[in-house]
């Protein structure tokens, strides 16, 4: 953060400055990474400027598309893995390691997001959860009941998605290129047993 600071220019101040010197390898790299951090800032803008004044029937189609973006920061492995004070559901046990993790706003909604990756085979999975008040099956879904838990399941671009109610939050799973049984069931694995959440 730049302070806005009062400065009293030192006497003899008005001397000619000697020329600034050639830039080096440090000022080139400070210039691209200024350019790259400018370019995530409109990012980060344009997704929070397209979200906003969302209807809640809106937001798990919104929120699912986060997990086509990249991650922020790492996330500590642990059983469950925790990102932001927040448990996300173990899926070690079906190979799946958690990897890294972003935070948004979608909506009115904060946003968790943890990716993980599949044993050996590249893929990535994104498992998002939602604060506030779970949220209805977004428009166009099919739900579906697996082991007690209904389960709204559809696809948004190339991407499978599921969202289901786990421990009373909206919660997001999304792969490219997957099938929604895989999903469903691993919605399912990853849901204490209770009674019937969406």
């Known amino acids: 953060m730049v302070h806005d600071v009062s400065e009293v ?13 050639a830039d080096g390898p440090r000022q080139r790299l400070g210039r691209v990474l200024a350019v790259i951090l400018i370019a995530a800032a409109g990012t980060a803008a344009a997704v929070l400027a397209a979200t906003s004044g969302l209807r809640n029937d809106e937001i ?18 642990g059983h469950p893995p925790v990102f932001r004070g927040l448990r996300f559901p173990d899926l070690s ?20 997001t943890v990716f993980y990756t599949g044993s050996g085979d590249g893929r990535r999975l994104a498992v998002t959860i939602l ?3 779970a949220l209805p099956p977004p428009p166009g879904s ?10 709204a399941r559809k696809v948004n671009g190339d991407r499978a998605v599921v969202s289901w109610r786990r421990r009373g939050r909206t919660t997001i799973m999304s792969m490219a290129s997957a099938e929604h049984t ?3 069931r691993l919605a399912r694995l990853a849901t204490p047993q209770s009674r019937s959440v969406r």
């Not at 220019?9 to 010197?21: K, S, V, Y």
């Not at 099919?142 to 389960?151: A, K, L, N, P």
Request: charged residues 25%; proline residues 9%.
């Open 9 to 21: 220019a030192p006497e003899g101040a008005d001397r000619q400055e000697p020329p600034a010197p």
């Open 60 to 77: 798990v189609d919104r929120a699912s598309a986060l997990g086509a973006l990249g991650a922020e920061t790492t996330v500590a492995r």
């Open 131 to 133: 604060f506030g008040q």
């Open 182 to 184: 895989d999903l469903v």
């Open 142 to 151: 099919e739900v579906v009941r697996s082991g007690g838990v209904s389960i």
């Open 93 to 112: 046990p079906e190979g799946w390691q958690p990897v890294a993790g972003r935070r948004d706003v979608v909506g009115d909604r904060v946003a968790l």
